[in-house]
């Protein structure tokens, strides 16, 4: 049983392109979340998903941030032209319907932006 | 505005010995609390959690302990092994909603 598989581990972008990361939760997982690391922050919430549903989307900035999760394949977080500011750890999690404790989390993806 | 604060950065603990590690929160609408540990390069893994309803939950070597009162709650792991050494982060969450807020988390090194 696969845990939550985060594609690539390390992507580098230079500024203005576009970055997408992907995450397959785990096998009867149907909650998907995305969270950003800043170098020395704790993780921040971005985005709450479920299949074809945003649920809450708080935590995402208002401009060349967004996710999906379509109803066949893996979740998706893109972010357009890319600045510096974008550089950080991103990790998804997800959960089973119902279950709010034990995120099970991926090994993240690491955004370079140079 | 930072809801969850972990207010020491890293800690060192000498092996057998106890670590405890504190983190404080702000929002009074938080009823569910969980620590995870991360090692580098790696996502972080739930370690384990409490109910508001309750005031001590334990789990082997580790034991988490809550004082909703002075909006505290603090992770003993007893005794510390090197294995141990890790970023802990501590997180919380409001009415069953599966949005959760993580502190900055604390670096812990248990030394041999």
């Known amino acids: 049983n696969a845990g939550v598989m985060q594609n690539p581990r390390h992507l580098v972008r230079r500024r203005g392109q576009e970055a997408r990361l992907r995450c397959s939760p785990m096998?009867?997982?149907?909650?998907v979340y995305w969270y950003r690391q800043l170098p020395e922050e704790g993780l921040k919430f971005m985005v709450y998903?479920?299949?074809?549903?945003?649920?809450?989307e708080s935590g995402m900035p208002k401009e060349r941030f967004s996710a999906e999760f379509p109803k066949e394949g893996p979740s998706i977080l893109r972010i357009q032209q890319v600045v510096r500011g974008d550089s950080a750890a991103y990790f998804c999690?997800?959960?089973?319907?119902?279950?709010?404790?034990?995120?099970?989390f991926g090994s993240g993806t690491r955004l370079t932006v140079v | 505005d930072q809801q969850v604060k972990q207010n020491s950065p890293s800690l060192s603990v000498q092996e057998g010995r106890i670590s405890i590690l504190n983190c404080d929160y702000t929002n009074s609408m938080f009823d569910y609390f969980l620590w995870y540990k991360k090692y580098p390069a790696e996502g972080p893994t739930f370690l384990i959690s409490i109910s508001s309803i309750k005031d001590k939950n334990e789990d082997g070597r580790f034991t988490v302990f809550l004082n909703k009162s002075a909006k505290h709650l603090s992770l003993h792991i007893v005794p510390s092994q090197p294995g141990d050494s890790a970023v802990y982060f501590c997180a919380a969450s409001a009415g069953g909603y599966q949005k959760v807020t993580f502190g900055i988390g604390t670096k812990l090194q248990v030394i041999p």
């Open positions: 998903l479920q299949k074809e549903n945003i649920i809450d």
């Open positions: 999690a997800s959960s089973p319907l119902g279950e709010h404790y034990g995120y099970t």
């Open positions: 096998k009867g997982h149907s909650h």
